[in-house]
């Protein structure tokens, strides 16, 4: 099978990565438990595998029966034998479960919605903490300009994923703004996730392919397109943009979302 150029050069950045790590850990292995710390080089691993391919968000409403984490697993792991490279997975429960089943790279959030603000992707420490224990390679959080919980900052929380948990950080943004001070933070790559989702960028429908070239040109690190990518045709357009990647998850999995507006549109005829 051809292997597209963008797809081996990933390849072969994660065996290099791979086997620096692999020396490191044989002339460390007594202490590296305690001390190691992995540096943006070996957690650009899982992030490599992402590269110019789909990642599928397998998610769910509560009351779907599809949240049920067998459900969203069989949801992930259909999308990785049709060639997903990647997969975006919410909750520790479920990011666990689709741990067991697939071995591509897990984009692990949890969403909490907290009193008093809006930042509800993977907002604080202990929620990053849970989705790595579960399995994630890669945490997803809100790093929009917005008040978060505890006082926390979206500078402090990326520092503390790096330090204590190891795992690359994906940004979800709504600005231009808030992805230059994510990555000036530290993150590992950024996406348009939150575009058209915050007061600030309200008035936008996503795709936001205008956020995304200013960010393909600004930016340092890998730039994620998600949201609503609907067609193949559209998820084509955002590589050809500079993506690094795409995330598709309504178009996709969204069952309830799909047959919902299929019923509307029905019901609307006269």
């Known amino acids: 099978m051809d292997i597209p ?88 429960i479920h990011v666990q479960a689709v741990r067991q089943q697939v071995d591509v790279p897990i984009i692990g959030l949890w969403k909490q919605q907290i009193p008093g603000f809006e930042v509800y992707i993977t907002p604080q ?28 900052t979206v500078a402090g929380l990326i520092a503390q994923i790096h330090q204590q948990l190891g ?11 808030s992805a230059i001070a ?10 348009t996730t939150l575009y058209g989702y915050t007061s600030q960028t309200q008035p936008y429908s996503p795709p936001g392919f205008d956020l995304l070239q200013q960010m393909v040109q600004t930016l340092t690190v890998p730039v994620i397109c998600e949201g609503g990518i609907a067609s193949p045709a559209l998820a084509q357009r955002a590589i050809e943009l500079g993506a690094y990647a795409v995330v598709v998850g309504t178009a996709i999995t969204g069952i309830d979302a799909q047959v919902q507006a299929y019923c509307a549109a029905l019901a609307a005829i006269e």
């Open 5 to 92: 150029p963008g797809r081996r050069q990933a390849i072969m950045a994660m065996e290099s990565e791979l086997n620096s790590y692999s020396k490191h850990s044989h002339a460390n292995n007594s202490r590296l438990d305690d001390v190691w710390a992995p540096s943006r080089s070996t957690r650009s691993v899982s992030i490599a595998a992402l590269q110019q391919g789909l990642v599928v968000s397998c998610q769910a409403p509560v009351d779907s029966p599809l949240h049920d984490p067998a459900m969203i697993a069989a949801l992930a792991l259909t999308a990785v034998k049709r060639g997903a490279v990647g997969v975006r997975i919410d909750t520790p």
């Open 125 to 152: 420490f202990h929620h990053a903490k849970a989705i790595a224990e579960a399995g994630a390679d890669i945490i997803a959080i809100d790093a929009t300009s917005r008040p978060r919980p505890g006082e926390e």
């Open 167 to 177: 795992k690359p950080v994906m940004a979800d943004v709504d600005t231009l703004e």
């Open 182 to 191: 994510a990555v000036e933070a530290g993150a590992d790559l950024v996406g």
